[in-house]
């Protein structure tokens, strides 16, 4: 994640420059008041830098001991990373936990652990993508133990972890604080903010929206091939995987972050795949950036 993105810096400069120009000229003419130009485009300017500023103030000081231990302990591209990259990664921590919303459901308190165990998350995802963002909007809604289909938890559910398109993300609590206790490929947070990368595009179908365009077809040959092994036994995701293409691809993140050796061995392509997507081979010991990565066009099923 980035404090400032160039692109967006570039199109506000450009939008700000224009309108200030064109409403001078336009007020001198009518009323003789082209100041006025300059204060509209000091608006755009506030409006379109407001983001960076959020994400400046956010990352003024550095994150707390308490949470760079425990990223530490819980987050092993995290400890394997130089120092540089560790800082970069706390700065995604802090820009994470700043923008997004966190609230409890059912009594459930928001602490400042959760909150960093799901910003954690998202730093880990994007990692390998500084210019990547997750989308906004989304809240996230921390609940006391599992749920059902209607968000219910007066009855056993089987949920642990829910997202909506365009609604809040639900999280059980015990299966956040689970999740990155044991590095067994269950983990709930990134397996709800894959589904979220995933909703970036053209809906829940396994087809992450930052995948190349000329990847896309690769991508979805490959997703068949490894549902129908997960189908047939012979896979190492978990038969959850085999749902539909958009949980293969949520399930396989998971293992993929938390157990890369195992997923490399079992399905070579498929982490091949996720290598590339994420532009980062969390099976090295450095967890650095790939800036060699292939596209996932070239990674085709045989």
Not at 40 to 63: D, Y
Not at 238 to 243: E, I, S
Request: hydrophobic content about 45%.
């Amino acid at each position: 994640m980035q404090i400032v993105r160039r692109s967006d810096f570039i199109v506000t400069i450009s939008l700000a420059t224009f309108l200030s120009g064109a409403t001078a000229v336009f007020m001198d003419r009518i009323l003789g008041i082209a100041w006025l130009g300059l204060l509209v485009g000091c608006i755009v300017l506030f409006f379109g830098t407001r983001r960076s500023f959020s994400r400046w103030r956010a990352t003024r000081e550095k994150l707390p001991s308490d949470s760079v231990n425990w990223l530490d302990r819980h987050v092993p591209l995290y400890s394997s990373l130089g120092e540089e990259q560790q800082l970069r990664f706390e700065r995604d921590v802090q820009i994470a936990m700043a923008e997004l919303r966190f609230e409890g459901v059912a009594g459930s308190e928001v602490t400042d652990e959760l909150k960093l165990a799901v910003a954690a998350g998202a730093a880990l995802l994007l990692h390998g993508r500084p210019d990547w963002d997750l989308p906004r909007g989304h809240t996230i809604l921390f609940y006391p133990r599992t749920f059902d289909e209607g968000y219910d938890i007066d009855t056993p559910g089987r949920f642990d972890g829910l997202i909506n398109s365009q609604g809040p993300i639900l999280l059980s609590v015990p299966a956040v604080i689970y999740g990155w206790q044991h590095e067994d490929g269950l983990n709930v947070v990134l397996h709800e903010l894959a589904h979220l990368l995933d909703f970036q595009g053209s809906g829940h179908d396994g087809l992450p929206a930052l995948l190349s365009p000329s990847s896309a077809d690769a991508w979805r040959h490959l997703v068949r091939e490894e549902i129908r092994k997960v189908k047939a036994g012979r896979s190492v995701l978990r038969p959850y995987a085999a749902t539909n293409s958009a949980e293969l691809f949520a399930v396989a993140v998971e293992l993929f972050f938390e157990q890369p050796q195992r997923l490399k061995e079992g399905h070579e392509k498929l982490f091949s795949a996720l290598v590339a997507l994420f532009n980062l081979d969390p099976s090295q010991s450095s967890g650095e950036r790939r800036e060699d990565a292939t596209t996932l066009q070239q990674v085709r099923a045989e």
